[in-house]
């Protein structure tokens, strides 16, 4: 028996196996005239790591080294092996912090340095990144792979997990590999939050390498806003998101989304076209988009908010949005009441005096002036633009006035009111954090 309590440094990863000792025990065979070193049945043996039985071929001082290989996993538990033996492969990729538990039994085939083949069982496997940009628990199943053309059925699944701080309830795929390509063989169907994911086509192929290609068709079924917007830490939002995904497809470290992501929303709908993802999982992913936002029910949208009561509709894009790390870096924005909306046009005191604050300090200080006795307004548009550059936001409105632009146009009727804008230019972490407070339902600060 052989017991190895040194240290080997095969790049990229070190093992110390003065802390958990490798014991090995089998049969070898040196033929003194070519060098070659056979292996029959060598059991190894890592406390708290794996067991295993290999077989193999090398031929020291030649390239390659390693001619063949057999070797049969018993035994694998992640949370020991996986520091150690894959860690280091992950350290420059998004996953280099990424922890795993649960324990992995199969084989794995070689030949000439490089794998051949594997079929590994999978069993309460959780993955876990620190990040929070991904975690899977209660992963299991099968994964099989193999260089020669031979067709393999797998199933994996698991009982829940996170994708960016949303909640993954239980799934199981079927699925076929045959080289480097892999395909759902059926639909298959994901909890995300309180909805579901309808996928009808998968596919994958090359993963793992700079060539990985994948695609997906699926169907979002409606899932409530309280959720998205608690996931994602922004301000409590009611309704619900839903939506057709059509072809995504992923290469070069890019998501395009083949034609146009609707999600209906707030009594109407928001669509995305030309969508690019980059890097999704990376350190600083990016994001780019254009969105419509047609015949949105402002009575519905300002009601998930303490901004203030808003009745009409509201029509809108945003061209050229860029987001680095899900922040914003640039867009052009206007949003502004349909030219044809027949809706009824009311607009509250609060409501009032939050666009004024959020405008520079507009409109009448209500509550200073005889106009404070009403709670509503009727109006006959409103709208405001933001051109987002260098952190600083050009503003403008529904129309143009000496020296402003119109936030709030109102009608000839009485009790009438104008909420004007004089700033041209916002600083945006200034109008963000103004946004936040009117949403929050602070006391408005109408200078």
């Known amino acids: 028996m052989l017991r190895w309590r040194g240290g080997l440094y095969l790049d990229p990863f070190y093992a110390d196996f003065a802390i958990q000792p490798l014991q090995a025990a089998g049969r070898y065979a040196l033929d003194s005239a070519t060098g070659r070193l056979t292996l029959a049945g060598v059991e190894l043996n890592q406390p708290g790591v794996l067991t295993a039985a290999v077989d193999a071929t090398l031929q020291p001082g030649a390239a390659p080294l390693l001619q063949q290989a057999r070797i049969e996993m018993k035994t694998v538990e992640l949370a020991g092996f996986f520091p150690t033996y894959i860690a280091p492969w992950l350290a420059a990729t998004a996953f280099s912090d990424l922890q795993a538990s649960g324990r992995v039994s199969g084989r794995l085939g070689l ?65 076929r590999s045959q080289g480097d390509e892999y395909r759902l063989l059926e639909p298959a169907e994901v909890e995300v939050l309180d909805g579901r994911l309808l996928i009808e086509e998968w596919a994958l192929s090359s993963p793992g390498t700079d060539a990985m290609r994948w695609h997906i068709d699926a169907i979002l079924t409606p899932v409530s806003m309280a959720r998205v917007t608690t996931a994602l830490d922004w301000p409590l939002m009611q309704g619900q998101l839903s939506g057709v995904i059509p072809d995504v497809r992923y290469s070069d470290g890019r998501i395009e989304v083949d034609g146009m992501l609707l999600v209906r929303v707030f009594d109407g709908a928001v669509r ?74 009311r607009i509250s005191q609060k409501a009032v005096d939050n666009l004024s604050r959020i405008g520079g300090g507009v409109g009448q200080a209500l509550s200073r002036t005889f106009l404070g006795v009403f709670e509503e307004f009727p109006y006959d548009r409103l709208g405001i633009r933001c051109r987002l550059r260098n952190g600083v936001c050009e503003m403008g409105g529904v129309a143009p006035i000496d020296d402003g632009y119109y936030l709030v146009k109102g009608t000839w009727l009485p009790p009438r009111i104008n909420v004007i804008g004089y700033a041209d230019a916002v600083d945006w972490t200034a109008l963000v954090e103004r946004l936040k407070a009117a949403t929050a339902g602070g006391a408005p600060q109408v200078q």
């Open 111 to 175: 030949r000439d340095d490089r794998l051949e083949s594997f079929d590994l069982g999978l069993d309460a496997v959780t993955l876990e990144d620190p990040g929070q940009r991904l975690s899977l628990h209660g992963l299991a199943g099968n994964l099989a792979w193999g260089r020669d053309d031979m067709a393999r059925t797998l199933r994996i699944g698991w009982q829940g997990g996170s994708l960016y701080r949303f909640d993954l309830g239980p799934a199981g795929f079927h699925l």
């Open 272 to 345: 995305l076209q030309d969508l690019r993802l980059e890097q999704p999982l990376g350190l600083v992913p990016q994001l780019q988009a254009d969105i419509a936002i047609d015949n949105v029910d402002l009575e519905q949208l300002t009601g998930t908010f303490a901004f203030g009561k808003i009745e009409g509709r509201l029509d809108g894009r945003v061209r050229d949005l860029w987001l680095q790390n899900w922040q914003p870096l640039a867009f052009d924005a206007e949003l502004a009441t349909p030219e044809d909306d027949a809706s009824r046009h």
